[in-house]
């Protein structure tokens, strides 16, 4: 590894090609990525009550990023926020009609972007870059838990 970039160079090219890419993309129905990522998180979870908390919790962010991507989205009328009954400093996150629409749409979205970052390796490669880079992030989340 002489004269290639350290590790973090490729990791955060990627990562910033990969969300340019997808918001480029995305734009023409009017979302960004994180909000995308968001609505995939909340249709996974359709059967279950998710709470704002839970989404800072998944995706590790601060609660002011996760009100205003939730803001702008029930702005969008993708979502609709209630205040949870249970607990009223919290916010029950509740997916709208419009947003169902959007499944299939962003299920194939991302199963695209994906393939374009890989199209050039074999099967087994893939698989390999899938356990190399799980093993790096398992590494590092636990390096921050401890």
Known sequence: MENKKPLGF?????HDIFIADANIQLKKWGLTFSQMEVLIYL???Q?????????????????????GTLKRMEKKGLIKSVTNPEDRRGNIILLTDKA???EKMMVKFKKNMEMKFVK??????????VDLLEIVYNSVTRSEEG
């Open 10 to 14: 490729y990791f955060k090219k990627i």
């Open 43 to 45: 249709l996974k979870r």
């Open 47 to 67: 059967d279950t009550q998710t709470l704002q908390k839970d989404i800072e919790i998944h995706f590790n962010l601060k609660h002011p990023t996760v009100i």
């Open 100 to 102: 169902f629409e959007f």
């Open 120 to 129: 050039d390796l074999s099967d087994g490669q893939k698989e390999q870059l």
